[in-house]
């Protein structure tokens, strides 16, 4: 019984935090913007908003990249503050962000799934 | 013999388990979160409505898509290229309110499918707010050329707007000529600002 028990906690509290999680935007860049700095997520099928967020304009690209043929999707260049793109498909991809021109203000890019 | 007691106590340390499983869960996920991200601007731009402002008209075998601007009430002006007010298949940016064309005359978005070799990119569209400022507006082309926008204009309440939509042509993709810059004009013709895309085939 104990044990039984101690096997369902465990589950329940991993379907909990994979509950609450899953729904989460995850901050995947955002440390420093030299010019050509580039990050990006691990693949997965389930992201479908890719945002980038800036204290300051300045020129920035966000995307979605595919597994097979690393071709770049919804692909938004702009000096906007804030940038934000969606791919609605069940497609394995990784969210892409890109700072085209260096900046010291903070930016970060985040991806929700 | 089940222990009706203890199985009672083993479903209320259950239940404050997932409970405090599912706290932690949330309070995770919104701290992973970008601490800049401006307050209530993604649930604005979720549910505040997107208004036409442009057409990117059907081109290249493409379905149309329109050019959309939302103020919203986060303090932010936003400006999509989306298939229709209501899609939520979206490309866009946003800047405040305040000062939507950082200093300077226009909001340029550039937006591609495919690539990120130019050889490779199956669409390609631009979409733009002018400023008060602007009389006309060019696309500046890799090949040197310049292409007129036509600037079209839409009312929010007592606020107008005026902004394009430009798709590229086939023709043009597959000769590796793009968009270099979008430069805005006064009434004079002289040049007021330049918005650079990257463009560079």
């Given at each position: 019984m104990k044990r039984l028990a101690a096997v369902a906690a465990l589950l329940l509290v991993a379907l909990a935090f994979s509950a609450s999680a899953s729904a989460a935007t995850v901050t995947y860049g955002g440390y420093s913007w030299p010019a050509g700095q580039a990050y990006s997520t691990s693949?997965?099928?389930?992201?479908?908003r890719n945002v980038f967020s800036k204290m300051a304009t300045f020129d920035t690209t966000i995307t979605f990249i595919d597994n097979v043929s690393y071709s770049w999707h919804f692909t938004l260049r702009s000096h906007a503050t804030y940038l934000q793109i969606h791919w609605l498909s069940s497609q394995t991809k990784k969210a892409h962000c890109r700072a085209n021109q260096g900046s010291s203000a903070w930016a970060a890019c985040s991806a929700t799934n | 013999m089940l222990n009706i007691g203890r199985t009672r106590r083993w479903i209320v340390a259950l239940g404050v388990i997932v409970v405090g499983g599912i706290c932690a869960g949330a309070v995770i996920a919104a701290q992973v979160r970008?601490?800049?991200?401006?307050?209530g601007l993604e649930a604005a731009i979720d549910s505040e409505p997107l208004v036409l402002l442009a057409d990117q008209p059907a081109r290249n075998g493409l379905a149309k898509r329109g050019v959309f601007v939302q103020p919203t009430s986060a303090g932010f002006l936003c400006l999509w290229d989306a298939p229709?007010?209501?899609?939520?298949a979206r490309q866009g940016g946003c800047n405040p309110s305040s000062d939507p064309f950082a200093g300077g005359e226009l909001f340029v978005n550039f937006v591609y499918d495919g690539g990120p070799a130019v050889s490779d990119v199956r669409d390609a569209r631009l979409s733009g707010l002018v400023s008060e400022a602007v009389a006309r507006a060019q696309v500046v082309m890799s090949d040197g050329t310049r292409r007129s926008l036509v600037l079209r204009g839409a009312s929010v309440g007592a606020k107008s707007y005026r902004g394009f939509g430009y798709r590229l042509a086939r023709t043009d993709l597959q000769m590796g000529v793009g968009p270099v810059a979008v430069v805005a004009l006064d009434e004079s013709g002289a040049e007021i600002d330049r918005q650079t895309t990257g463009f560079n085939g």
């Open positions: 693949f997965s099928p389930n992201w479908w | 970008g601490p800049g991200t401006p307050e229709s007010a209501s899609s939520p």
